[in-house]
């Protein structure tokens, strides 16, 4: 698991010990970011569920002004805070917080990432809190990964659905707020 460019570029990041967290594969998040390379710099990033932190640092890499990566579990907040300090990227701010409570919180983003364990049914539930609290900055970007059998919901204006993609048993779901 490596950054795959940016200022980052090629830092290996710490991966975790057991099955608690899921690293996204380095081809998906490379197929991921080819997908919103135009929209990343100077924006605002909320990885929700961080797990290792990795699409969060690859943003950051890639010149997001700033991320906050958000994850339950103690030693995911601390693996996120060690690969943070081996790429040596600035802007990054972790929480160790209930993902759907921390979105009760009154900041807006430009990009955010659902990556959550894919059996808790957390997908849907975030995806519902982040259009009802209208967590996403006008022209903003939700980045979905799940099962590639798992149809996610559509949502009326201003949130849309752009897009899917599968790759082999995972599927990348875009949403934007026009």
């Given at each position: ?20 967290i ?9 197929s ?9 710099e ?137």
């Amino acid at each position: 698991m490596r950054v795959i460019t940016g200022k980052a570029r090629g830092v290996r990041l710490k991966e975790p010990e057991g099955a608690d967290i899921r690293p996204t594969t380095d081809m998906v998040k490379e197929s991921v970011f080819n997908i919103i390379q135009y929209d990343i710099e100077g924006r605002s990033a909320l990885d929700l569920f961080a797990g290792t932190g990795q699409l969060g640092i690859e943003a950051l890499s890639r010149g997001a002004e700033s991320c906050v990566f958000v994850d339950e579990s103690p030693a995911a907040v601390r693996l996120v805070k060690e690969n943070l300090e081996k790429t040596k990227l600035a802007g990054g701010r972790t929480v160790q917080a209930d993902a759907l409570r921390f979105l009760d919180g009154p900041e807006k983003y430009d990009l955010i990432f659902l990556d959550p364990p894919y059996s808790a049914g957390l997908l849907e539930k975030s995806l519902k809190k982040v259009t009802e609290f209208d967590k996403l900055n006008t022209g903003g970007i939700i980045v979905c990964e799940s099962p590639a059998a798992a149809s996610l919901p559509d949502f009326g204006e201003p949130y849309k659905r752009l897009k899917s993609y599968r790759y082999g048993k995972i599927a990348i779901t875009i949403y934007t707020k026009i």
